[in-house]
Structure formats: structure tokens, C-alpha cells
């Protein structure tokens, strides 16, 4: 079982920056193993991949409306997930998700929610203009 624990949502406005963190446990559980993404749900919207990591940190995917702004990275030895945001725009507003996949050492990145088994609570993100 692994749980996964989003923080660092907020109300921000238009171009400001953002740094999500994700915090990974569970037994067995070696987060350096695993996959990871981020996702993010908007009101009457579908959740969507935001950006992704394969469990080497070697690749990574990000959805084209972030490219540039958005960051993923993983710090293993904590065993924490960030999306570091930029230049945030009206459009990110959103719950954002922390996800992992069933299994350590599918290489990833994964786009498709059906990838991933575990989830956090979410976090909401809110951005005026």
C-alpha cells in the first residue's frame, strides 16, 4: 500500500510561481523505484496529465500548455515529488494530483490515468487575473 500526500496549493495570481510537493510512504515501498505524475482536474473538466517522470529521472513528459513553465523533479532521498509552477495562468486553476503506478520499475513517463494506481487527496490550485 502506498499513500500519497499532496500540499502547497493556493490562491495566487497571474504569474506568479507555485512549488507543489508530493510525499510518498508505504510498506514496501522505495519511492526511487517508482514512477511518478502529476495530474490535475478542473470543474466539469476530465483529469489530465500534467507532467510525468519515469522512475529513472532520465525522462520526463510534459502536457504542451505547461511546457516551459512547469517543472517535475524527485528528491529520493526524502522520498518527495515537486511541480515547481511558473508564470502560472487562469487556466491552471485546478485540483492537482500526485499518482504512482502499481509496480516499482515501469519506466515511465505515463500520460494515461489507467497507468497509475495510487493517488493522492489533491491539492487546489486557484489563479486569478
Known amino acids: 500500500q502506498v499513500q500519497l500526500v499532496e500540499a502547497g496549493g493556493g490562491l495566487m495570481q497571474a504569474g506568479d510561481s507555485l512549488r507543489l510537493s508530493c510525499a510518498a510512504a508505504?510498506?514496501?515501498?522505495?519511492?526511487?523505484?517508482?514512477?511518478m505524475g502529476w495530474f490535475r482536474q478542473a470543474p466539469g473538466k476530465e483529469r489530465e496529465s500534467v507532467a510525468a517522470l519515469s522512475w529513472t529521472s532520465n525522462s520526463t513528459y510534459y502536457t504542451d500548455s505547461v511546457k516551459g513553465r512547469f517543472t517535475i523533479s524527485r528528491d529520493n532521498a526524502r522520498n518527495i515529488l515537486y511541480l515547481q509552477m511558473n508564470g502560472l495562468e487562469p487556466e491552471d486553476t485546478a485540483v492537482y494530483y500526485c499518482?504512482?503506478?502499481?509496480?516499482?520499475?515501469?519506466?515511465?513517463?505515463?500520460?494515461?490515468?489507467?497507468?497509475?494506481?495510487?493517488w493522492g487527496q489533491g491539492t487546489q490550485v486557484t489563479v486569478s487575473s
Open positions: 499518482a504512482t503506478p502499481k509496480s516499482p520499475y515501469e519506466l515511465g513517463p505515463h500520460v494515461l490515468p489507467t497507468k497509475y494506481l495510487y
Open positions: 508505504g510498506r514496501p515501498f522505495t519511492f526511487s523505484h517508482y514512477a
